[in-house]
């Protein structure tokens, strides 16, 4: 490309040039007491956890944890419902969080009260006001029956179904405020100018609005998944012992059977897992970022 | 002569007896069991010594083991499940109890462990629904619970192989004298057909009285004490004890302990029979210093599990400290098989 | 590329925010083909109104139209105006192509078309060859261009042009100033240019309408508002100006507040309360002249700046073709023709 293209303005400009190695170094030093603390509390355990998982010089607990039927069906079962609760918590809170993010004052922090609220209140009292509303002889089941609507109650309860209630419930703020920063960080002058240039607010969400929070999206996503990996007392007590995710397994391991070397195993794939469900988010959005 | 003697016994005593600490901490699993707890034996142990009682929970064997195994022991006394107890003695995770100091004269040949304080008995049993079942309707065996032909109705068991095994057996003919070793294809094979009528399996203990309750389920196995602090408050619940699997609960001292001997002290006092009366009387779980029992109202004898204990049989912790894992194993693998 | 350009009549818009009254009763006439700056300081009411028009306000009162058609209380996206924001408002995640074809595609415009349009305006704004680059790609002055092309891709019936060239330093200001005029002149198009630049108004527009508190002071011709404002806010607000105020005592002659006459060429009627505006640059030799202490001296390239204290408290602003500057301190004399002082 020449700049007679350009009317004599400068030509071109380059992509934006990338942070040098030296500048990593001295932005690093005021970090290092962050950096010293995730070492001892973070880093520490997992390297211990890891430890713990070949304490017998061999990955025969990692052969069992990954090649037993039981196992492999429990992966499978909790990458099943990270999935499922990811999606849901896409469907419900995307819509939420845009709501909150462009409705007034006074509405948007009635709203985040709603949607913070399973966060300030304990997961027992969480999950038995879910107990007392979907249980066989619970709220919704009563009014239904009573409106006619139904002649036996749903199983609402005790079920896969209750348990992605339950955690839907539990990780919608994740999902949420990753959106509403999205949509608030989104300058309003564009959506005034696509308006402008004819679009419809069918287009406007389309063009704009949805390609623009894509980031947002994706990191709620990214929460959303890795936090439902790690789930326990939801599932234990929602879904009525039916459902078994990793994390119980886990537990079982460690405080009844008091086998921790395959507890660590099954953790440091668990973590594995985590860490590619993240790379691979963080792979996409970084593509999305810059097309 | 005789008075300095006197005086250098007494002396000696004296220095026997480690410095009294400001507390000691007692573990057990909490909610109102730690209330009764409280009630029966820490507030006489604070009022006698002047040590304060600081209660933790819940009984956690693996934290236990990492305590001892790190040497930070922060428990003096703590609970612990049965089988656990089996293998925290041959993991020397514990102390010897000093027999000196707990009396255990008047408990059962069988209830005097080297290593573990028995300190109460419980069992699990058929807890149901009295608006159901009513008038002696109820079922009376696991015979009955597995037939959901004539005892129809959602039922709730312990997402535990422990109980649901050996209930099993007995629902499909096996005498109590011959459940040990424990069949596991027969009892998984016959687990097979109740399992599409149980709707929920329980994971914590206050779950079944509280399914009752909502009505969730109509029928649930659980711990005695759970259905009679229910039927207490007036719940629509009985309990029948034929064919329950009995326990005992059980504490043991950490070893390297900070406070061994106080905590030596604090069994001692969970020893004395009225003690236990009182307990037993707030919980339903009695302890097993025989003379308890005459220290118990008798509108609450009927609700203690030492009334029934010719109907009921034993839980064999020492077949599950050998093969509780390999239990477990077969029984999540069990609980995962698509129906 | 076809002109659909037309003309613009906008009558009594009122339009209030709470208390404060954003509009108050503003009329404007903008023909086709026209390019009418609005000037005024911020809070004037300028982009109100430039919101007005483009629809993203419904104004209380008044009316919007154009061609004669009332669209008043038409949503924005059926207006077919084209608009440039002040931070141009690029679609961040669509290539300047995609950005420019926008509008287009939101009319349901042919593929081939609409590639054929893009070409044409990407050219027009000298940006060809850049159509695959993302907006971050390109310095400010590239980003306006392709706001541009955007804004008359789709041959609006109206450009709007809200300070546009706020962000740009000063000398890629004056040469998209120019361009804007080029390409306005060569499609015909009816545009509104919004600045608080008095000369950024004078160098771009037929007309200007001078706002101040939601009403229009004055709307005239360039040279018409600079050398003719109609009070003392237009006199002050175009252009840098010595204002005074007095009475005609005699005919062809002012007696100022402070009691200095001056002559005058202005045929205002005796006893009259006028204003009188001295340009900066009209001081040289002259009828009335004035003596004063130079108490601020400029270099300026092309001229020098003076700041003078004359007798009964006068202070001059006063233009001088380039040359030494005088001494802080020093006394000099100017003077000014009767014909170079407006009177009103």
């Known amino acids: 490309m020449s700049s007679r293209t350009a009317g004599g303005l400068p030509p071109p400009l380059p992509s934006p040039v990338r942070r040098g190695r030296a500048g990593w170094g001295r932005a690093a030093l005021p970090a290092l007491p962050a950096l010293v603390l995730l070492f001892a509390f973070f880093l520490f355990p997992v390297v211990r956890m890891l430890g713990f998982s070949i304490e017998d010089g061999s990955l025969d607990w990692y052969a069992k944890a990954l090649g037993e039927e039981l196992y492999l069906r429990v992966f499978w079962n909790t990458f099943e419902i990270a999935l499922l609760v990811t999606v849901i918590c896409l469907l419900v809170g995307y819509p939420l969080g845009f709501l909150i993010a462009t409705t007034t004052p006074g509405w948007a922090t009635l709203g985040f009260i709603f949607v913070l609220l399973p966060l300030w209140t304990s997961v027992l009292v969480r999950t038995y006001a879910w107990m007392v509303l979907l249980g066989r002889n619970g709220v919704f089941n009563r009014w239904l029956i009573e409106a006619g609507v139904i002649a036996d109650p749903i199983p609402m309860l005790n079920n896969f179904t209750g348990v992605l209630i339950g955690m839907v419930h539990v990780l919608l703020p994740y999902m949420v405020l990753p959106v509403y920063g999205a949509v608030r960080r989104l300058d309003p002058a564009l959506v005034a100018a696509a308006e402008g240039l004819g679009a419809s607010s069918w287009s406007i969400f389309w063009r704009i609005y949805l390609p623009l929070t894509l980031p947002g999206i994706f990191a709620g996503a990214t929460i959303v998944f890795v936090l439902s990996l790690g789930f326990f007392i939801t599932p234990a007590l929602l879904g009525g012992g039916k459902v078994m995710m990793l994390a119980v397994l886990i537990e079982q391991q460690i405080h009844q059977t008091l086998n921790w070397p395959f507890a660590a195993a099954l953790s440091a794939v668990l973590l594995a897992l985590t860490l590619g469900v993240y790379s691979l988010a963080q792979a996409f959005t970084r593509q999305e970022a810059r097309p | ?339 | 590329m076809a002109s659909r350009s037309a003309d613009l009549r906008v009558e009594g818009l009122v339009k209030r925010f709470g208390e404060v009254v954003a509009l108050d009763g503003v009329s404007l006439d903008i023909a086709s083909g026209e390019l009418l700056t609005i000037l005024g300081p911020s809070g004037s009411g300028k982009t109100t109104l430039l919101k007005v028009v483009a629809g993203f306000e419904t104004p209380d009162a008044g009316s919007v139209r154009v061609d004669g058609t009332d669209i008043t209380t038409l949503p924005p996206a059926r207006r077919d105006i084209g608009m440039v924001f002040q931070n141009y408002a690029l679609f961040p995640h669509l290539t300047v192509a995609r950005n420019v074809a926008f509008p287009l595609e939101m009319r349901n415009v042919g593929k081939a078309e609409i590639e054929r349009r893009v070409a044409e305006a990407l050219e027009l704004v000298e940006l060809e060859g850049y159509g695959r680059r993302l907006p971050r790609q390109l310095s400010g002055g590239q980003q306006q261009r392709v706001a541009l092309a955007r804004a008359i891709v789709f041959n609006p019936r109206l450009l709007l042009l809200d300070e546009p060239f706020g962000a740009l330093d000063r000398k890629l200001r004056e040469t998209m100033q120019l361009e804007v005029r080029r390409l306005q002149r060569r499609l015909g198009l009816t545009t509104i240019f919004i600045t608080h630049d008095q000369e950024e108004a004078l160098v771009l527009s037929d007309r200007i309408a001078v706002m101040n508190k939601g009403s229009i002071e004055q709307v005239a011709s360039t040279t018409e508002i600079y050398e003719r404002p109609a009070n003392d806010f237009v006199a002050d607000f175009v252009g840098e100006s010595n204002i005074f105020h007095g009475t005609v005592t005699e005919v062809g002659s002012v007696t100022l507040d402070s009691g200095r006459r001056l002559l005058i060429a202005h045929p205002a009627s005796v006893g009259s309360r006028v204003g009188v505006l001295m340009r900066p640059e009209r001081f040289g030799r002259g009828a009335n002249s004035f003596n004063g202490e130079v108490k601020e001296a400029v270099y300026l390239g092309s001229s020098i700046k003076l700041r003078l204290a004359c007798d009964a408290g006068m202070e001059l602003i006063v233009r001088q073709p380039s040359g030494a500057l005088p001494a802080i301190g020093s006394r000099i004399s100017v003077g000014i023709e009767p014909e170079s002082i407006h009177v009103f």
């Open chain 2, 1 to 339: 002569m005789i008075g300095s003697a006197a005086a250098l016994a007494s002396r000696g005593a004296l220095a026997q007896e480690p410095p009294k600490p400001a507390s000691i901490v007692v573990n057990h699993s909490g909610g109102a069991m730690g209330s009764a707890m409280r009630k029966a034996f820490f507030n006489g142990f604070e009022k006698k010594y002047g040590i304060r009682v600081v209660e933790t929970s819940p009984a956690d064997f693996g934290k236990l083991r990492a305590m001892v195994e790190s040497g930070n022991v922060e428990w003096d006394v703590t609970e612990i499940g049965g089988q656990d107890a089996i293998r925290a003695t041959e993991m020397k995770l514990v102390e010897k109890i000093d027999d000196k100091i707990v009396d255990r004269s008047k408990y059962p040949e069988k209830a005097r462990s080297p290593y573990v304080f028995a300190s109460s008995v419980y069992t699990t049993i058929i807890g149901y629904r009295t608006d159901v079942f009513k008038g002696g309707t109820h079922p009376k065996s696991w015979a009955d619970w597995w037939d959901v032909k004539k005892f129809p109705g959602a039922r709730s068991m312990r997402d535990h192989p422990t109980d649901n095994l050996e209930f099993a057996l007995l629902a499909d003919g096996v005498t109590p004298d011959k459940i040990y070793p424990i069949d596991f294809d027969r009892a998984f094979k016959k687990l097979d057909q109740i399992k599409p009528h149980v709707n929920v399996w329980w994971a914590t203990g206050q779950q079944p009285a509280q399914l009752l309750l909502d009505k969730e389920v109509v029928l649930a196995t659980g711990w005695n004490g759970r259905f009679y602090d229910l039927i207490k408050k007036g719940g629509p619940v009985e309990i029948e004890w034929n064919q329950g699997a009995l326990k005992q609960g059980s504490f043991v001292i950490p070893r390297g302990a900070k406070n061994a001997y106080w905590g030596q002290k604090m069994l001692a006092e969970m020893s004395v029979p009225q003690q236990q009366a009182i307990y037993a009387t707030e919980l339903g779980y009695p302890g097993l210093n025989l003379e308890a029992l005459n220290y118990v109202d008798a509108k609450v004898k009927p609700y203690l599990p030492t009334q029934y204990i010719d109907k009921q049989f034993w839980i064999d912790d020492s077949w599950y400290a050998a093969n509780g894992t390999k239990a477990l194993e077969l029984w999540n693998a069990w609980k995962l098989k698509k129906a």
